[in-house]
């Protein structure tokens, strides 16, 4: 008899597993096109298309760049600004996430996250066990140009994950699952080599998925830089290369003469002038003719760029209506300085925007969190389900604006003057909140010591006096 050994699963990937690494490699294979196209938009290095009319072949590699789109998508990401995190009922037991914020660096990989969210329309964060057994776990932010998600709609949460990068020159991938990760490698063969397996048992993939601007038919999300940005910038594009070729033909003033004789436009010894020689000779001796007459000579009326500055003004109006963004923010002014008042009215649709951005990035956050504090812990505290992220505001109102709002409401008795809402509302940041905090108790405690003091001299003074000590209050 001849005796079957099974395959092990540590060394050998199964069927499925194959085919879901097949399945997630082409889904990022086939999405690496449009996500690469709006990478070039934001970095100003698209191509634009030459319509073959009135460029000339000399100047076919004259390319101009506009960066709208970097504009646009950096306002935005501008103004999401975290502060921390922390659990909604219980702010002074958020330490263990402070540990995991500051292991991570999480409040400056948060704006990789938002960056590329807005630019390819999604952005993936991955939690992982620390490099030793008590560390915090590992949260790295991954770019869709690398990772892929299987998601499942109705339950809001990623079933499968893909991750693909290089060692040396072989191809490497990073399979997750919600009871193991499976690290890889591309033989020469073609097929894959089980690396590692990391049997975690979370029951939940620990991968997160940061989309902007879902919609129900589509959670995969929508990048900012759509199809409208994308044909204004080249329009606006166009325009400045057609006023670069207007620039070089008509920069200088052409000249006509009327009745020239041909030695005219000859040198000493008979021959030709050259164009620029014939142009720069701006004083012309020229012959009269047989008849006696002078030439006349005369200028055609001098290169006016403002056709073209007028048409990127309509673009840029066009674009910033596009972005929600302030026209001055792309460089579109008028003669009449606004007032302050005109610019935050001008701002409120950006405003608006970052608040709905941080309602929608508040979730996903909060979901890498609570992974974090499972693969930690080894299980999710019940107060993590009221974990929140504290948010800047994204407006621009001055100090002295917030300040007088904080006061009218402490003294409308709405809040209490200690109240950490009042301090958010003055527009503190996190650390100088907990300095206020400290400083509060240190001057709660040298309070407390100064009473304990009195006391204790007046019980003195009575003893001394031959009073009752118990009278002393």
Not at 141 to 154: G, I, L, N
Not at 239 to 266: C, D, H, K, N, W
Not at 434 to 447: F, I, N
Request: with cysteine; proline share 5%.
């Amino acid at each position: 008899m001849t005796a079957v050994i099974p395959e092990l699963p540590l060394v050998n990937l199964t069927d499925d597993e194959t085919q879901l690494i097949d399945v997630l490699r082409q889904d990022l294979v086939t999405a690496r096109f449009p996500l690469e196209l709006r990478d070039c938009y934001y970095n100003g290095e698209q191509v634009i298309r030459d319509l073959k009319i009135s460029i000339p072949p000399q100047l076919q590699g004259l390319h101009t760049v506009i960066g709208w789109p970097q504009i646009g998508v950096d306002a935005l990401e501008q103004r999401l600004d975290i502060e921390t995190w922390r659990y909604a009922g219980e702010p002074d037991a958020s330490d263990e996430l402070e540990e995991v914020v500051q292991a991570n660096d999480l409040l400056t990989e948060a704006q990789l996250a938002h960056l590329d969210s807005f630019i390819y329309g999604r952005s993936y964060a991955a939690v992982g066990s620390g490099e030793e057994d008590e560390a915090p776990p590992v949260i790295s932010v991954e770019s869709p140009m690398d990772m892929t998600v299987d998601y499942d709609a109705r339950l809001r949460a990623v079933r499968s994950a893909l991750r693909l990068y290089k060692i040396e020159d072989a191809q490497a991938a990073v399979l997750y699952l919600p009871d193991q990760t499976i690290h890889v490698v591309q033989s020469d063969t073609g097929g894959w080599e089980v690396i590692s397996r990391d049997a975690h048992e979370l029951g939940m993939v620990p991968v997160v998925r940061f989309a902007n601007r879902p919609r129900a038919a589509e959670r995969v999300g929508k990048s900012e830089i759509n199809s409208a940005v994308m044909g204004i910038t080249d329009a606006a594009c166009r325009t400045l290369l057609g006023m670069e070729v207007a620039r070089e033909f008509y920069g200088a003033p052409q000249r006509y003469i009327l009745g020239a004789s041909e030695s005219a436009f000859q040198d000493a010894e008979g021959n030709a002038k050259s164009a620029w020689e014939t142009y720069i000779g701006r004083v012309l001796a020229l012959e009269r003719d047989e008849d006696g007459e002078i030439p006349q000579v005369g200028t055609f009326a001098a290169y006016d760029p403002s056709a073209y500055t007028k048409i990127v003004d309509l673009y840029a109006r066009i674009m910033a209506t596009q972005l929600g963004l302030p026209p001055h923010y792309l460089g579109y002014t008028t003669d009449n300085p606004a007032s302050a008042d005109a610019i935050r009215s001008t701002e409120a649709q950006l405003v608006k925007r970052a608040e709905r951005k941080q309602a929608m990035l508040s979730t996903p956050w909060a979901q890498v969190l609570r992974l974090a504090l499972l693969i930690w812990r080894g299980e999710v505290p019940d107060r993590a389900r009221k974990l929140e992220t504290v948010w800047r505001n994204p407006a621009t109102p001055t100090m002295a604006a917030q300040t007088d709002a904080a006061v009218k409401l402490v003294q409308a008795g709405i809040i209490p003057a200690d109240s950490e809402v009042a301090l958010e509302m003055v527009g503190l940041s996190e650390a100088q909140r907990q300095r206020v905090r400290s400083d509060r108790q240190r001057a709660q405690g040298r309070a407390q010591l100064a009473r304990i003091g009195e006391r204790l001299g007046r019980q003195r003074a009575v003893e001394v006096s031959g009073g009752d000590a118990d009278q002393v209050a």
